[in-house]
């Protein structure tokens, strides 16, 4: 039998597993509970802030809901990320604020080196301080390219907080759907 054909059968096997009535019930308990807390975090949030800053939520919400067991699923991963990402995104924003202006290509380009400095060192804080989650990196390249304010701020860390308190609440109810 060939690798190819045998690669289609092992693919078809595990789609029927995960389609059976339990864990297609499971799935769709899961990533409904995730659309539920999403759907509110931005129509709260959404009120009061930009929602491209709060987009990395999202995928938080995918990593919470559908591998609430994972490591970064944890609060500590979670939060910490999110905390780790917000300063060195408002770090270099405000690094970016402090430079005199130069041409608008030239500045257009700092911003691009700012925003992949930032993204950088969230991830290296993040693994120095294990508290790697892979959205928050994104939440330091936002705030570098995006406008903020404190309130902006303060909004990103309820919004992970709320999520992980979510996860907490239904936690017993949840399963590693990956």
């Keep these: 039998m060939s690798r190819h054909i045998m690669n289609r059968l092992i693919t078809r096997l595990v789609l029927e597993q995960r389609l059976q009535k339990q864990n297609l019930a499971r799935y769709i308990l899961q990533c409904g509970l995730a659309t539920l807390v999403v759907l509110v975090l931005l129509l709260i949030l959404d009120v009061f802030t930009q929602t491209v800053l709060i987009a990395a939520l999202g995928a938080s919400a995918f990593i919470a809901f559908a591998v609430p067991r994972s490591a970064n699923a944890d609060p500590r991963h979670m939060i910490g990320g999110y905390l780790i990402g917000t300063f060195t995104g408002v770090t270099l924003a405000l690094l970016l604020q402090a430079m005199p202006p130069f041409s608008p290509a030239i500045d257009h380009e700092l911003v691009v080196v700012a925003g992949a400095l930032a993204t950088g060192l969230a ?56």
């Design 123 to 178: 991830m290296f804080l993040m693994v120095l301080t294990r508290t790697e989650h892979p959205p928050a990196a994104a939440i330091a390249l936002g705030l570098v390219l995006n406008e903020w304010d404190l309130l902006t701020l303060a909004l990103i860390i309820a919004g992970i907080i709320g999520l992980t308190l979510v996860k907490h609440f239904v936690m017993p109810l949840l399963l590693d759907l990956l």
